[in-house]
């Protein structure tokens, strides 16, 4: 093997291994932010309580608390708790932006999506001849139109944004690939995800 080729092969291995990378040292990155937050907030009462520091009171009270923001978020009570909370947020005109655009992205990708999103299709999008990766959703008998389905068509790499489509059954091309799959596909423009498949 000549040199050129050879640092060639060692640059490619080079990015692949910095690109996986970035998402293992970025997780981690927020994790530990996180842990280190409640833990310098709790370890004050902490040293009051029992006399001294106690290290791993943040770990501890993270996974808690996120066990208790569960719990809370599936009960009635709890329910009602969070759209008060988020009625607030609401009227702060910087925060309610990040917010809603956090929580959309959590929504995406939580247990919820298999429900709002319920099949991966290829719609001709935005002119004849090109087409976009879309998410059926419900089903409706527009007037006009007939038979059709509401298509989300998301924005990449957020998919927070994008178009609400009526299309027509006959000019859906659904896809064998999950919701998930689909996901990765918008929010990596195409790097990371499935084959489409074959029809």
Sequence with gaps: MDAPRQQ???RRIFISGLFALIPIV?????ITAVFNAIDV?????IALVVGRRLPGVGFVATIFFVYILGFIANNVV???VLQMWESFIGRIPVVKSLYGGVKQVAEAFGPQSKDQFREVVMIEFPHPGT????FATLALNAPGVGASRYVFVPTTPNPTSGYLLIVPLTKL??????VEDGLKLVISG???GPSLGGE
């Design 131 to 134: 087409y976009a990766l879309g």
């Design 173 to 178: 091309k659904p896809l064998a690939i999950s």
């Design 26 to 30: 970025i997780t981690v990155w927020m």
């Design 41 to 45: 907030w709790l370890q004050p009462a």
């Design 8 to 10: 060639s092969g060692l």
């Design 78 to 80: 709890g329910r009602r």
């Design 190 to 192: 195409g790097v990371v």
